[in-house]
């Protein structure tokens, strides 16, 4: 199983990054995916999920209207677009999967907001 996340970056308040996450080594349609985000000195933090197809999403409160989680099935990789980014959503941002009673996790990707 890997997760690869990229598109983090650094940006100005109010600015959107579109992060990615392609997986491989199992079957993606299958499994809700999600995003976690942390910041130094803070617990991980769960941002965003998504069902299989797409059907069921939820969002942490502090980025509900800002943020939208999408999947392409047929390439593997789900999706984080982010918008009016703030300061606090400075953060690693981390893809996730739960399946056969196992976490799996990318590497992680930065986003930095500040001007």
């Known amino acids: 199983v890997q997760l690869v996340e990229s598109g983090g970056g650094l940006v100005q308040p109010g600015e959107s990054l579109r992060l990615s996450c392609a997986a491989s080594?199992?079957?993606?349609?299958?499994?809700?995916m999600r995003w976690y985000r942390q910041a130094p000195g803070k617990e991980r933090e769960l941002v965003a999920a998504?069902?299989?197809?797409?059907?069921?999403?939820n969002y942490a409160d502090s980025v509900k209207g800002r943020f939208t989680i999408s999947r392409d099935n047929a390439k593997k990789t789900v999706y984080l677009q982010m918008n009016s980014l703030k300061p606090e959503d400075t953060a690693v941002y981390y893809c996730?999967?739960?399946?056969?009673?196992?976490?799996?996790w990318g590497q992680g990707t930065q986003v930095t907001v500040s001007s």
């Open positions: 996730n999967c739960y399946f056969q009673n196992q976490n799996y």
């Open positions: 080594g199992f079957t993606f349609s299958r499994y809700d």
């Open positions: 998504i069902s299989p197809f797409g059907g069921r999403l």
